[in-house]
């Protein structure tokens, strides 16, 4: 079982591999670099939230095999 | 064929949603299709509800932001909200690429009438580049998101079903996906916003819908 911390930590490193040059939109809730996308994954607020469950639905994506 | 398209441009996600419309616009235009565009501050609810009802066109496409129960337009007004005028949806197919809008909106308008309904039941998400916003047409990145849309709006117009147009949209998402995965940078975060996008496309109503 892989723990919440343990998450953010994978999050946090796919984030930091992006480069300085691009930014994310997430819809209304507006656009954000690789730095403020960190901070929310690490405060745990409402765009944390969002980048970790999108995480998540990859992972299960790729456990059931779904890119093969 | 009447098609209808806001694109509002007021901060760095409509301006792109809107300039890689500009394609949709070209192409439409060259079938010889009659597109009425509502740009900028035209995108506003009194300029939709009036073409609704003057220039009743068949397709109708969205760009904008959006939340489950509604689609917004220029400075976030909302344009169609459930529960308010989604009646004017009525008898028409719609593409909307204004997050969220299919999860409460759609269905709430195919109950109103609308043939069907094509958008996201959540945000939707993408990468761009901060030094193409001038020029977002020539934004690779953004491409990988934008151009599968795009492929979306040009086969309904081509005169495909929704289904069809649906899942070459859906099957154009998946290839650039695969790109990624088998890039140098498999480990990207540009796979997983892809991956949510496709999960969360989704086509409402009639499945066999074909514009005129």
């Not at chain 2, 989604?86 to 028409?92: A, P, S, Y």
């Not at chain 2, 959540?122 to 761009?128: A, N």
Request: glycine share 6%.
């Amino acid at each position: 079982m892989v723990s919440e911390e343990e998450i953010k930590d994978l999050v946090i490193a796919r984030l930091e591999s992006l480069p300085e040059n691009q930014k994310i939109s997430i819809g209304s809730k507006g656009e954000f670099n690789k730095y403020e996308l960190i901070e929310s994954v690490k405060k745990g607020d409402e765009i944390g939230k969002k980048i970790i469950e999108i995480e998540l639905e990859f992972l299960r994506a790729l456990k059931k095999g779904m890119f093969g | 064929m009447n098609i209808l398209i806001t694109r509002p441009e007021h901060d760095d996600t409509t301006y792109y949603l809107s300039h890689w419309s500009k394609k949709i616009l070209d192409f439409a235009k060259k079938k010889g299709e009659k597109i009425f565009d509502l740009n900028r501050e035209r995108a506003t609810k009194k300029e939709v509800t009036s073409f609704l009802s003057k220039k009743n066109p068949e397709f109708i496409i969205f760009n904008g932001h959006g939340d489950d129960d509604l689609i917004s337009g220029h400075k976030n007004e909302a344009l169609i909200k459930a529960g308010e005028n989604e009646g004017l949806l009525k008898n028409k197919m719609i593409y909307a690429i204004s997050c969220k809008s299919a999860k409460k909106l759609g269905p709430e308008s195919i109950n109103a009438g609308a043939i069907s309904y094509i958008g996201y039941d959540d945000d939707f998400v993408f990468i761009y580049e901060k030094n193409k916003i001038t020029n977002p047409l020539t934004d690779d990145i953004a491409k990988i998101y934008l151009e599968p849309s795009n492929e979306l709006i040009i086969s309904l117009i081509k005169g495909n079903s929704t289904n069809e147009s649906y899942k070459r949209s859906q099957d154009m998402f998946m290839t650039n996906l695969k790109k990624l995965l088998t890039s140098e940078a498999p480990s990207t975060p540009a796979v997983r916003y892809l991956w949510w996008d496709i999960k969360h496309q989704v086509l409402l109503g009639d499945k066999e819908a074909r514009l005129r």
